[in-house]
């Protein structure tokens, strides 16, 4: 019972890039991919924490979720803490948009 609890845990990244047979992998896309991996985990810990309304995300954290955020899978209650944390974020900044 427990793995099921776990499976429903797990973050799903989707992505369309093939991987040809007999060709060395590019590494700069390995890197990216290690680096997004890094981001992605750091968001899901940051919205796991029960302090989640209180941990900013970086602006690289931002940009994956604007670039590639239809392509990863959160588990419910992190994407609903994350949507929270990022709404909450747009409200207070197009407010002190209205200020300037």
């Not at 670039?67 to 900044?93: D, K, M, Y």
Request: net charge negative; proline share 4%; glycine share 0%.
């Amino acid at each position: 019972m427990s793995t099921e609890k776990d499976q429903s845990q797990e973050i799903k990244v989707e992505t369309n890039i093939l991987k040809f047979p007999n060709c060395k992998e590019n590494q700069q896309l390995a890197d990216q991919k290690k680096f997004n991996e890094q981001l992605i985990q750091s968001i899901a810990t940051k919205m796991a924490d029960n302090r989640f309304d209180q941990l900013p995300l970086i602006h690289e954290e931002i940009l994956l979720l604007s670039n590639h955020g239809e392509t990863i899978e959160f588990p419910p209650n992190i994407a609903a803490r994350l949507i929270s944390v990022l709404a909450t974020s747009l409200n207070r900044n197009s407010f002190m948009e209205d200020l300037l």
